[in-house]
């Protein structure tokens, strides 16, 4: 069975830091871009970050450029989310989700095949 399974959200102050992980399970990761979404409520899910198959091909968001940092590690199956810097409007469920085309990184959800059902991340004021 195919699972993507994230961790490490919790309850933070402005200005914290927190990493987030996404650990593949029925699947090797190693050929698949893996893409962080997240959705506030009352708002559409978009996407945050991504990490192709090759770590020289990524993607962030304006809003998170400087703060978040995407990794993998293929060894463990796991992605990773370094959030720094962290403010109110960081504050969202984030999924992780898996795109077979690895030579791609894209924001657009219709293009991942497995996702995972969530974090929640909580900045406080």
């Known amino acids: 069975q195919v699972q993507l399974v994230e961790s490490g959200g919790d309850l933070v102050q402005f200005g914290g830091s927190l990493r987030l992980s996404c650990v593949a399970s029925?699947?090797?990761?190693?050929?698949?871009?893996i893409g962080w979404f997240r959705q506030a409520p009352g708002k559409e899910r978009e996407g945050v970050s991504c990490i192709g198959s090759s770590d020289g091909l990524t993607f962030y968001a304006n809003s998170v450029k400087g703060r978040f940092t995407i990794s993998r590690d293929n060894a463990k199956n796991t992605v990773y989310l370094q959030m720094n810097s962290l403010k109110p409007e960081d504050t969202a469920v984030y999924s992780c989700?898996?795109?077979?085309?690895?030579?791609?990184?894209?924001?657009?959800?219709?293009?991942?095949?497995?996702w995972g059902q969530g974090t929640q991340v909580t900045v406080s004021s």
């Open positions: 029925g699947f090797s990761m190693d050929s698949y871009s």
């Open positions: 989700a898996a795109d077979r085309r690895g030579y791609y990184c894209s924001d657009e959800e219709k293009w991942y095949d497995y």
